[in-house]
């Protein structure tokens, strides 16, 4: 689903993501989106795989590497640009990743893939089980 949050950007949530932080999850994102960069093109409150390039403040983190997208927002900019060059060939994250959006994700994740089958890998998954391992996950 796509949510217009302004006329300036979308908020999109996939359907088997999962909040973890449960009550402090919406202070959270308003607390990153009041500190979000100037120059962002797309803020992400979850993904799977992701190589962090370096970090921007206390909420965002750099990213130019990234899979699994659970919970984004993208600008008008971006999204344009999106609409123009996208020819679906490749899953959407992945080319997001590979074509040099400024993109940041949020330091504590607020939105993650729940276990469950994935139409992507064609099995059942253990992906929250595995990345609250290895991610900062905002938590209840």
């Not at 130019?64 to 971006?78: H, T």
């Amino acid at each position: 689903k796509a949510f217009k949050l302004c006329d300036d950007s979308i908020l999109i949530m996939e359907d088997d993501g999962i909040f973890p932080g449960r009550h402090k999850t919406i202070p959270h994102i308003n607390a990153c989106l009041e500190n979000a960069p100037d120059d962002w093109d797309i803020l992400l409150g979850g993904a799977l795989n992701l190589k962090v390039k370096s970090a921007y403040n206390e909420h965002w983190d750099l990213v130019n590497d990234f899979r699994g997208l659970q919970f984004y927002i993208i600008s008008k900019k971006a999204f344009e640009r999106i609409k123009k060059e996208y020819k679906f060939e490749d899953h959407i994250d992945k080319w997001i990743s590979d074509n040099n959006f400024m993109t940041y994700i949020m330091h504590s994740l607020v939105c993650m893939q729940n276990d469950g089958y994935s139409d992507n890998v064609k099995y059942n998954t253990k992906y929250f089980s595995l990345y609250a391992k290895r991610f900062n996950i905002l938590k209840p």
